[in-house]
């Protein structure tokens, strides 16, 4: 099957006056249709690029990003990104938020509404639709930028450190409704993350970076069903796995890939 996804040799450099930075340093990888793949790496390895490249935010200097066979050239509907600080309009309410993306595609007022509604309902916040986002805890608006991401039915979802800033509690309970979601719709989603437990918890495959530049380190594939459970021995050998690649472990001292 062709992947929806393909990043073909993509290098990326940012410069200015002085001098330049490689960012990224030639990578290659290809994404299915349906499957969940976290990128992980360490804060500055050019996590955020990467899902720029493929969300058309950003280009390649070098390579390519294909989505569906096509070259990746601006942001489409068809692929769209949730952001770190999940971009809610404050002066929206939850309702008009979800609608943002339905504005430019020939809805009608109220199908959008209905839509809206649905969506939000989808994401557990019917009784929360007329509230604006100041009023929602972090984890209801990452569920608002959820939900208007969804309503759009898109083909995939890139999610920049999507859950980083709330709770644990929040975060393993809108982790579990990820999964939900994404399995009810066949949604494929790439998820930036720099929490083991996360990738672990949720992909199928994780792309695991190293800095300066980043690159590709090494590629680990979970067939384990889901949801998965957190405390099985299972789950703990893919932690460790990952541990023991960034020497967290205790039982080693190299320095070179600290997280
Ligand atoms: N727009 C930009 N201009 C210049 N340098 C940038 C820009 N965006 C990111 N960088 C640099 O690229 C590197 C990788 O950044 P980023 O992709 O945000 O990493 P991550 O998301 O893994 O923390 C960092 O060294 C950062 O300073
Ligand atoms: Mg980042």
Known sequence: ?????????ASKSYRNAKSSEKVLQDLSFEIGQGEIVAILGPSGCGKSTL???????????EGRVLFEGRPVERPTRQCVMIFQNYGLLPWRTVRKNVEIGLEPSGYTAAERKE??????????L???????PHQLSGGMQQRVALARALAIDPK????????????????????NELLRLQNG???????V?????????????????????????????????????RGSTQFQHYRKLIFDLFHLSGTDDDPEFTI
């Open 126 to 132: 019917s009784d929360r639709i007329d509230h604006f």
């Open 193 to 229: 993350t720099h929490d083991i437990d996360e990738a672990v918890f949720l992909a199928d495959r994780i792309l695991v970076m190293e800095s300066a530049p980043g690159r590709i380190r090494k590629e680990i594939r979970i067939p384990d069903a889901k949801p998965r459970d």
């Open 51 to 61: 899902l720029n490249l493929i969300g058309g935010f950003e280009r390649a200097d």
């Open 156 to 175: 995939a979802v890139l999610m920049d450190e999507p859950f980083g800033a709330l709770d644990t509690f929040n975060r393993y309970h809108l982790q």
């Open 185 to 191: 719709q066949g949604l494929t989603v790439v998820i």
């Open 1 to 9: 099957m062709e992947p929806i996804i393909r990043v073909d040799r």
């Open 115 to 124: 839509r809206a509604s649905a969506y939000v309902d989808l994401v557990g």
